[in-house]
T-cell receptor, first 112, second 111 residues
């Protein structure tokens, strides 16, 4: 089954404690991306990757890092999380092009 | 002016009628446009893409694009209660080719 898998699904943590949200896809897609969704602000792109070792900033990259060492994985790293990063995060992939075709189930992050 | 603007709704449509969802965008250089459906508590799903002026049909869905007027719309024919969801419009911004989503329109199909 084609899928994008994110982990964890839920996380409550504290300010400043580094965390990583993993994302993996089994469709051999070139393009992967991360989004955050906030009430009143909608879905906003954080980072995207067009292929292995190729990443670029989306609209709201501040406070986040990503890496793309393998085609299937695209982890999102929060080096020093802050409360304003409390949000619902989605990872997505697509075969080609920048628009997401398949989304993961989401990760709800709460930073206290 | 917001980059991608949608009426937040809710838009209430009787079952069997046509639901019309609208989206306007500010960057005249935008070339690629998409509609996503998001059920409450779920992740978005891609339902339509459109790149050229005019209409594009896929089953009960029709996407319409008018670049001169900078709007894109989604029509849902024979609306069903299962179409009740939030519909997100997404546009690739012309100036830097980054994807921007509208805040979404909540659609409620009345049985």
């Amino acid at each position: 089954e084609a899928q994008v898998t994110q982990n964890p699904r839920y996380l409550i943590t504290v300010t400043g404690k580094k965390l990583t949200v993993t994302c993996s896809q089994n469709m051999n897609h070139e393009y992967m991306s991360w989004y955050r969704q906030d009430p009143g602000l909608g879905l906003r792109q954080i980072y995207y990757s067009m292929n292995v070792e190729v990443t670029d900033k989306g609209d709201v990259p501040e406070g986040y890092k990503v890496s793309r060492k393998e085609k299937r994985n695209f982890p999102l790293i929060l080096e020093s999380p802050s409360p304003n990063q409390t949000s619902l995060y989605f990872c997505a992939s697509s075969l080609r092009g920048g628009h997401p075709q398949h989304f993961g189930d989401g990760t709800r992050l709460s930073i206290l | 002016q917001k980059e991608v603007e949608q009426n937040s709704g809710p838009l209430s449509v009787p079952e069997g009628a046509i639901a019309s969802l609208n989206c306007t965008y500010s960057d005249r250089g935008s070339q690629s446009f998409f509609w996503y459906r998001q059920y409450s508590g779920k992740s978005p799903e891609l339902i339509m893409s459109i790149y050229s002026n005019g209409d594009k049909e896929d089953g009960r869905f029709t996407a319409q694009l008018n670049k001169a007027s900078q709007y894109v719309s989604l029509l849902i024919r024979d609306s069903q209660p299962s179409d009740s969801a939030t519909y997100l419009c997404a546009v690739f911004r012309g100036r830097d080719d980054k994807i921007i989503f509208g805040k979404g329109t909540r659609l409620h199909i009345l049985p």
